[in-house]
């Protein structure tokens, strides 16, 4: 039988993380379709609203049912308004691993959002699933993911070399694919300095301010 972790809600101080659902679409074609999403990762560019919907009546989902992991869509509690995403892959449910990524619309950056939804989602990992440990993979000139990775208190492991492809935009306002190398960062439960207590909240878990 295929471990799943629950179909569940998580909520900060601002935000909620819950379940994509069909009002995401157009929010989330946006948001997929900033050049900086397109640059550092391998989602598809331009990015359909075909791609959108796809996502999230059967990409997300599938996520979790097949036991690899959950997808988060991130939204501001007092506006509901779609600001990110958070996701949970490559679950080894044997060694209680997984790899933690995140995306944040360009309209919300520079809010610490990023940081303030992966962290309430490593710390429900360690506290309720029992996980021993996070991985995250940033691209070596990506500076956004790393500053969040170091303010999560993630510790740097090393660097596989020549381990990805980047977009960049070329002088004809196209795109080309580039190698670049990934720093692979881990986060550990013992890597928290007095994290707070989980409180149970409706329909999730809450938590408050971190740091």
């Known amino acids: 039988m295929t471990s799943t972790f629950p179909d569940i809600s998580i909520s900060t101080e601002r935000l909620v993380l819950r ?3 069909d009002t995401d679409i157009p929010a989330l074609g946006d948001m997929m379709n900033d050049e900086a999403v397109a640059a550092w990762t391998a989602h598809p560019f331009p990015y359909t609203t075909a791609h959108a919907r796809e996502w999230v009546t059967s990409g997300a989902p599938a996520v979790r049912t097949s036991g690899r992991g959950l997808a988060f869509a991130v939204t501001e509690f007092l506006t509901q308004r779609l600001v990110g995403s958070v996701r949970v892959d490559h679950t080894d449910w044997r060694i209680r691993g997984a790899e933690l990524s995140y995306i944040t619309a360009p309209w919300a950056r520079g809010e610490g959002y990023a940081c303030e939804s992966a962290l309430a989602v490593a710390q429900w990992l360690f506290r309720d699933q029992k996980f021993e440990r996070l991985e995250l993979r940033t691209a070596a000139d990506n ?7 170091q303010k999560l208190g993630c510790i740097s492991e090393g660097v596989l070399r020549n381990a990805w492809i980047a977009r960049s935009r070329t002088e004809d306002g196209g795109w080309t694919d580039i190698r670049t190398d990934l720093i692979v960062w881990s986060l550990l439960p013992e890597d928290f300095d007095g994290p707070p207590d989980r409180t149970e909240d409706v329909g999730g878990f809450a938590y408050p301010e971190w740091r």
């Open 19 to 21: 379940p994509f659902d």
């Open 143 to 149: 500076t956004a993911a790393q500053q969040v990775a």
